[in-house]
């Protein structure tokens, strides 16, 4: 694994802290989601989540954010609509090339980059942001639903596009800086050199590591489908493996009900296990017994608008499970 940079010392924790950031994306996609995220941000559980303006269940979500400014809430910059029979539309419209042919986003990624025109991408991140800051959201960083924008399936990237929007607004971008983790190929390193160097050019702050589990059950729909305590498993020894440095954690946790059942038509079962998992003292405990120190996009983005660390450098308290690393760098909520 590739040596980490020095935002641990700019957060102001000491040379060689595992500080980790446990985020829930899709906020907004659909009711199951906002019931467990909103659930898990308020009970400590998470230290952010990301939030998908185009969604249905979108205005629900943000009306949320902006009654919860303590929060770590970003924007999940949104280009595609995945699920069968539950769509979604561009913020910009239907007369551009971010549409397939029934008018809402590609279902996949490969599509986007073939067809998205840059002019129309910058647009629409944009638009999505703007209508998070609008309707009253402290957006404290921003990320992307499915990667779309890192030119996985073709080279062709958005990431400029992107970075010229977090540099503008001051806010730090989920990209990390190794493909350790990830599930991407070694062959995407050069890429990835390159996109970091373009994130530190433009003043964007970015993760060290970026890691999460299976988005599907091992086995799922199968005899041989993994259960909770084999997920459980494998989520705490990722946990044990966190590194040096920052790393994000993301995960999907929804509610595995009638709802979602009908929004999803894979998955669901492992949506309803990181719901569970998340809550789990045994996360919290495992966290603390190696030292790991949690904290927010919040401390990221102060880092990068040029504020003050707020941390003194200490860890949660290993015993102690209710302890959160935001505390300890200062992250209050």
Known sequence: MRAPSDLVTRLGLPPGARALILNADDLGMCRAANRAITELLDAGHLDSATLMVPCPWAPEALAFAAARTDLDLGVHLVLTSEWNGYRWRPLTGVATTLVDASGYFPADCRSVELQADDGDVAAELAAQLDAALRAGMDVTHLDNHMGSVYGLETGRTFLPQVFELAARHGLPFRLPRTVAGTG???????????????????????????????????????????????????????????????????????????????????????????????????????????????????DLRDVQRGLPARGTGSTPVPGDPATRAGDAVGHGR
Request: no cysteine; charged share 30%; aromatic share 6%.
């Open 184 to 298: 991407l190929p070694d062959t995407f390193r050069s890429v990835l050199d390159q996109a970091t160097a373009a994130a530190d050019a433009a003043g964007v702050v970015i993760l060290d590591h970026l890691v999460t589990h299976p988005f599907e059950l091992l086995g799922e729909g199968t005899a041989e489908e993994e259960d909770y305590d084999s997920v459980k498993k494998g989520f705490l020894d990722l946990l044990r493996a966190t590194g040096p440095g920052v790393t994000e954690v993301f995960l999907h946790p929804m509610l595995d009900d009638a709802e979602l059942a009908d929004v999803a038509h894979f998955a669901t079962r492992k949506r309803g296990i990181e719901h569970r998992l998340l809550a789990d003292p045994d996360v919290a405990a495992t966290l603390a017994e190696e030292g790991i120190v949690r904290i927010g996009w919040r």
